[in-house]
Nanobody, 119 residues
């Protein structure tokens, strides 16, 4: 079955950087688009970034453009999120997600990793 395991979360001061990684298994990685979502306390889960199976044409939420970079390594079956110039409003649980390339919704989720940015 599809398994997504996030790592790399932690606590950092505003202006700092963190790198998240998601390790995938149980499916044909190159047939899936991958994404990162996040959920802040008391808020709904929101889209952060996505990347297609080739690794081209990444998409970002306006709130993270220019600060976050999504990438994937199809040989290692990993997707990464490099987060720079972090802000307190970036605090939340970050989730890795997968969907069949061309599918409508992300229907496979990891357990999440906590990111806390202090001011």
């Amino acid at each position: 079955q599809v398994r997504l395991v996030e790592s790399g979360g932690g606590m950092v001061q505003a202006g700092g950087s963190l790198s998240l990684s998601c390790s995938a298994s149980g499916f044909t990685f190159t047939s899936y688009a991958m994404a990162w979502f996040r959920q802040a306390p008391g808020k709904e889960r929101e889209f952060v970034a996505a990347i297609n199976w080739t690794g081209s044409a990444p998409r970002y939420a306006d709130s993270v453009k220019g600060r976050f970079t999504i990438s994937r390594d199809n040989a290692k079956k990993t997707v990464n999120l490099q987060m720079n110039n972090l802000k307190p409003e970036d605090t939340g649980v970050y989730y890795c997600a997968a969907k069949v390339q061309g599918g409508r919704v992300y229907d496979n989720w990891g357990q999440g990793t906590q990111v806390t940015v202090s001011s």
